[in-house]
Nanobody, 126 residues
Framework: QVQLVESGGGLVQAGGSLRLSCAAS????????MGWFRQAPGKEREFVAG????????YYADSVKGRFTISRDNAKNTVYLQMNSLKSDDTAVYYC???????????????????WGKGTLVTVST
């Protein structure tokens, strides 16, 4: 079992930055592929960014490329999402998720993620 707890959400003005953190329980964190997803009001949840076990390979949705950076610290059992140049369209609940395998291969579908956090709200004001 892996438990995931997100933090770092809040209210920020357009153009600003936030860093989200996701702390994982358990001693097998480094064996999981980690991802960030988000769900805006009235919309389906979507993939935002992902990172492989080592942290050397990252994946991004087109909508956040060049603005968001995902990273992980396996010694701290934590994955981060640095979000810069935030836009109103980035307003959503952001979820951290862990996949034992397959997520990256199949394009990060929800069903490939084995564990989910409860989410943290990011609100970007204009």
């Amino acid at each position: 079992q892996v438990q995931l707890v997100e933090s770092g959400g809040g209210l920020v003005q357009a153009g600003g930055s936030l860093r989200l953190s996701c702390a994982a329980s358990g001693r097998t964190f480094s064996s999981y592929i980690m991802g960030w997803f988000r769900q805006a009001p009235g919309k389906e949840r979507e993939f935002v960014a992902g990172v492989n076990w080592s942290g050397r390979t990252t994946y991004y949705a087109d909508s956040v490329k060049g603005r968001f950076t995902i990273s992980r610290d396996n010694a701290k059992n934590t994955v981060y999402l640095q979000m810069n140049s935030l836009k109103s369209d980035d307003t959503a609940v952001y979820y951290c998720a862990a996949s034992k395998e397959g997520a990256a291969t199949y394009g990060w579908p929800d069903v490939a993620m084995n564990y989910w956090g409860k989410g943290t709200l990011v609100t970007v004001s204009t």
